[in-house]
């Protein structure tokens, strides 16, 4: 079975290979962009990407949105983080921490998948933690040299794509995809 991910973000594609890659489940990436729209949740995002994919795309596939959502920051940047990321980076979001004792987290993946003539399946994942109070790490992407996962010692900048599907959102996410198809595989 063949699935296309539509991301242009390498890292993205490299964690998600990586786990379906286990269950023989080979991943093409569309890197070829789609608009995402503002709204006010991930769902609405994904679910507007996939029903623009759906006229580029004939394989079944599937796009991934997530977002960093600080406690102390009423839900900053939340699905506003890509753009805040682009903006401010990591440096950014420790700035606007400075002082802050409450450094609870939570990372939120939706991932929508889509086959020609079925509706979208949504699956979601969350990793709660805490923000640093500085950058650790140079592996992955994003906000993950300051993001530690609840009962980890490591940001997931400093984990490897194996390490840290153990614990992170679009580890969980994808994994509910995967168990979707390989449900509907053995069926």
Do not use: W
């Not at 093409?28 to 006229?55: H, M, N």
């Not at 984990?159 to 995967?178: T, V």
């Amino acid at each position: 079975m063949e699935v296309v991910f539509a991301t242009q973000n390498n890292g993205k594609f490299r964690e998600a290979r990586e786990k379906f890659r286990r269950i023989g489940i080979e991943v093409k990436q569309y890197d070829k962009g789609y608009p995402e729209i503002q709204a006010d949740t991930l769902e609405e995002v994904a679910i507007y990407g996939i029903k623009y994919l759906s006229r580029k795309i004939d394989k079944p596939f599937f796009l991934e949105d997530a977002g960093l959502f600080i406690k102390s920051l009423n839900g900053f940047p939340g699905v506003y983080s890509a753009y805040v990321f682009k903006k401010i980076g990591c440096d950014g979001i420790l700035k606007l921490m400075e002082g802050v004792t409450d450094r609870e987290a939570m990372f939120k993946s939706v991932v929508a998948y889509k086959e020609r003539g079925k509706r979208v399946r949504i699956f979601v994942g969350e990793c709660k933690g805490r923000i640093s109070t500085e950058k650790r790490g140079s592996k992955g992407f994003g906000f993950d040299p300051i993001f530690y996962p609840e009962r980890a010692t490591k940001t997931f900048g400093e984990m490897d794509a194996s390490e840290k599907n153990m614990y992170s959102h679009r580890g969980k996410s994808i994994q509910m995809l995967i168990e979707y198809l390989t449900e509907k595989k053995n069926r």
